[in-house]
Nanobody, 128 residues
Framework: EVQLVESGGGLVQAGGSLRLSCAAS????????IGWFRQAPGQQLEGVAC????????YYPDEVRGRFTISSDSAKNTMYLQMNSLKPEDTAVYYC?????????????????????WGQGTQVTVSS
């Protein structure tokens, strides 16, 4: 059974930083596509970062590029989302996701419905 558990969310002032973690069991990030998504109240789920494993390429939408960084630690089987220069509009519940197709990200982009495994979400609140 695959389990993804996020942590690291919280309340931060605008301009601050947070690092989200996603610890995995039952799946190895080395051979899985990984991604981070977020959902603000009343908004649709949107992708904020993903990695195409075989191409070793990361993808970010314009609104977070240069501020957010996705990474993973094979030894800990954990993925991270480093978020810098946070803005109030970054406030949302953040979810990590994984898929057994290592190139899911490069093929499907930020389509959320194809990811096989999801974490429970962690709240990030950015105050102005």
């Amino acid at each position: 059974e695959v389990q993804l558990v996020e942590s690291g969310g919280g309340l931060v002032q605008a301009g601050g930083s947070l690092r989200l973690s996603c610890a995995a069991s039952g799946v190895t990030f080395d051979d899985h596509a990984i991604g981070w998504f977020r959902q603000a109240p009343g908004q649709q789920l949107e992708g904020v970062a993903c990695v195409s494993k075989s191409e070793a390429v990361t993808y970010y939408p314009d609104e977070v590029r240069g501020r957010f960084t996705i990474s993973s630690d094979s030894a800990k089987n954990t993925m991270y989302l480093q978020m810098n220069s946070l803005k109030p509009e970054d406030t949302a519940v953040y979810y990590c996701a994984a898929d057994s197709h290592p190139d899911y990200c490069s093929i499907y982009g930020f389509r959320a419905d194809g990811y096989e495994s999801w974490g429970q979400g962690t709240q990030v609140t950015v105050s102005s």
